[in-house]
């Protein structure tokens, strides 16, 4: 029977699947990253052991007959190739510090590559938003996780270069004996027991550093686990910080919060005893080896078995060897205590995606001939028992103007994640020319629309990276669509400033994030500049989820207005709840708790006395008293 996989009780092999997964993805996120971080440590290994072995060869020399033609030869050697191997060294760490500079964003940009493949629920999950704050906080914080791996192998391969070269340079004194007949201790040291023994008591060391070492780090990191989840509500609160903050001096709480997280007594009592402790015991223990070794050595030395210069030189490796030894042991049981973050990364980079993507290819008409319909759909999101839509069925085809109403929470905003695919109906279907849209290929089901949702986001690069989304853009189309969306009069400004400047105004930034030059824009222009974004896609079906919601009635009705106008003959869908905003639009639907209840055009739906739409207008037109008065807003 298969074992089932414990993160909290791991076997050795397991631990090292987990390592070595994050190496298999460091090299895909930098290739030949290893090889470069190697190279140099290489010639940082050989040049103390160079000179170890060179300063015991003069030295055996200078005891010797002292030929000074060697002698010069020697000393020759020794400057001649340690200056070699010191600017081979500074010329491989330059290339290493190179291409290690921007692992942060590599790691950053990772991840991003990676949750373009998530289900869309995965972004809405806050377990999911959660657990991706966790790991942020971790590598932060702790240093844990992919960051940990990325820093711990190039020492790993440090130690092990130490311990295969200070083996090397050693290993003949554990064969070499002395002539003539001891007794007692010096006779036990010229036997091959005493060898015997030093190399068990070698090896007993390493594995009982491993031991601790691991225990060491496992203890600290429980010490610290009671902070996690503090750290990841720091780590909220600093993107959050904006005027709130300031306003109603929130700050005095987060610094409450920081001031106990770094001085919480039971934290740092816990975090202080498991470092002495564990540390104490690894110190014992290289002081027990390194006296018996150096005991071992100057005997050797003293009973002729080798000159004065090897026992220099022997002397110097073993130290190495000790903490080369001693290191791996501290590395390795960090990295296996690490692995409790690489878990929760991995959990992350393996979110499951089940949504079934087709293979049928969607005809590519230029007529735009395209008819959606849902067909008895409900849906209820992931982990509620509560329906969001509930048996809704209606058409509408290419070229329609088409208005979504209701009440806050009424489904309006759902009712579009579905028909664009972000998530598939719980019950019913959704038809694209008569044909279930699951079928089609997901790209290219995606591509038909074009969207701008009341959250809608603009980064801080240029003005026509943001209207194309993506870096490059057609500057003609980019101004053509920023123009028809309202923003003629704003680049006419922009277009004065940058001749000024010598540049082009859609290159300005958007925003000082990136780019100390960059440009602040108002949140109407903003909203110009998302609604330029999906003009310049050219979807045949534009959307436009309550972007406008933070304007006044009138404001509102002006951009909807223009923008029925200028979407030409594509089929535009407007969503808000307030009702005025839309009556230019062919056909209103109204929903209520998660059903269509009405549908029709404005007149017929406020003659409707007894309709939800009719009751929704006049109480909002009461609060305008020209809209009153006329039976407009």
Same mark, same amino acid.
């Given at each position: ?15 090292? =699947? ?7 993805i ?5 290739? +030949? ?9 290489? !010639? ?27 002698l ?8 001649g ?13 330059? #290339? ?6 921007? #692992? ?97 008591l ?33 780590? $909220? ?23 106990? +997280? ?5 934290f ?15 110190v014992?223990?290289?002081a027990?080896?390194?006296a018996?070794?150096?005991? !071992? ?13 090897s ?5 110097? $490796? ?56 849902f ?33 806050n929470?009424?489904g309006?905003?759902?009712?579009? #994640? ?27 089901y ?22 194309s989304?993506?870096?490059?853009y ?9 123009? &028809? ?33 960059g ?57 808000? +709840?307030?009702?005025?905003?839309c ?9 209520? &708790? ?10 017929e ?6 309709? #939800?739409?009719s009751?929704?207008?006049? =109480? ?11 039976g407009?807003?």
């Amino acid at each position: 029977m298969k074992r089932r996989f414990d993160p909290e009780k791991r076997t050795l092999r397991e631990d090292a =699947a987990l390592i070595w997964r994050a190496v298999k993805i460091w090299n895909e996120i930098q290739p +030949h990253f290893w090889f470069i971080s190697i190279c140099p440590l290489l !010639f940082d290994s050989v040049a103390p052991y160079f000179n170890l072995y060179m300063s015991a060869s003069i030295i055996n020399e200078l005891a010797g007959g002292c030929d000074v033609h060697r002698l010069i030869v020697l000393v020759a050697i020794t400057v001649g190739g340690g200056f070699a191997l010191s600017v081979i060294s500074r010329l491989l760490n330059s #290339k290493k510090n190179v291409a290690t500079a921007y #692992k942060e964003k590599k790691h950053e940009e990772f991840l991003l590559h990676a949750q373009n493949d998530f289900q869309y629920e995965h972004i809405e999950d806050p377990d999911v938003i959660l657990l991706r704050s966790r790991i942020f906080a971790d590598q932060n914080a702790f240093g844990g996780g992919m960051m940990h791996v990325y820093r711990s192998f190039p020492w790993i391969a440090e130690r092990i270069i130490n311990i295969v070269f200070s083996t090397a340079l050693t290993v003949s004194m554990f064969t070499m004996t002395a002539a003539g007949n001891f007794s007692g201790f010096l006779g036990f040291i010229n036997s091959p027991a005493s060898a015997l023994i030093i190399a068990a008591l070698i090896i007993l060391n390493a594995a009982l550093s491993l031991r601790i070492e691991g225990v060491r780090v496992k203890k600290e990191l429980e010490a610290i686990s009671d902070a996690a989840n503090l750290n990841v509500r720091l780590f $909220t609160y600093n993107r959050l910080w904006g005027a709130d903050m300031i306003i109603f001096g929130l700050n005095r709480i987060v610094m409450e919060e920081m001031r106990k +997280h770094n001085l919480r007594p039971k934290f740092i009592e816990n975090l202080n005893r498991a470092s002495i402790k564990y540390g104490a015991y690894t110190v014992m223990l290289n002081a027990a080896l390194d006296a018996a070794l150096f005991i !071992f050595v100057a005997a050797k030395s003293f009973i002729g078995v080798f000159g004065i210069g090897s026992f220099v030189l022997y002397q110097g $490796t073993i130290g190495r060897f000790i903490g080369a030894v001693s290191g791996l042991a501290i590395d390795i049981g960090a990295l296996r205590q690490n692995n409790r973050f690489l878990v929760q990364f991995y959990k992350y980079l393996d979110m499951p995606n089940d949504m079934y993507k087709g293979t049928l290819a969607v005809e590519k008409r230029d007529d735009l001939d395209y008819e959606i319909e849902f067909r008895d759909v409900s849906f209820k999101y992931p982990r509620t028992e509560n329906y969001a839509l509930r048996h809704v069925s209606m058409k509408f085809r290419i070229g329609e103007k088409l208005a979504i109403v209701g009440e806050n929470g009424s489904g309006k905003t759902t009712f579009i #994640k579905l028909l664009c695919r972000l998530y598939d109906p719980t019950e019913g279907k959704i038809l694209l020319n008569g044909i279930d849209i699951t079928r089609y290929r997901y790209d290219e089901y995606m591509a038909l629309f074009s969207v701008v949702f009341q959250d809608y986001t603009l980064f801080d690069f240029s003005i026509g990276d943001n209207v194309s989304a993506s870096f490059g853009y057609d500057e003609k189309k980019a101004r053509g669509c920023l123009i &028809r969306a309202g923003m003629g009069e704003k680049l006419e400004k922009l277009d004065a400033e940058a001749a000024e400047k010598g540049v082009n105004a859609l290159d300005f930034a958007i925003g000082r994030d990136y780019d100390s030059e960059g440009i602040d824009l108002s949140g109407g222009e903003r909203q110009k500049v998302a609604l330029a974004r999906a003009l310049y896609k050219d979807a045949p079906f534009v959307i436009l989820d309550e972007p406008t919601a933070a304007l006044d009635p009138i404001a509102e009705a002006e951009v909807y207005e223009n923008f029925n106008r200028i979407a030409e003959n594509k089929t535009t869908v407007f969503i808000s +709840h307030r009702l005025s905003s839309c009556r230019f639009c062919d056909t209103i639907t109204v929903f209520d &708790r998660g059903s269509i209840v009405q549908m029709g055009s404005h007149d017929e739906l406020v003659a409707d006395a007894d309709g #939800k739409y009719s009751a929704l207008w006049f =109480a909002q037109a009461q609060y305008y008293t020209e809209g009153a008065k006329t039976g407009k807003l």
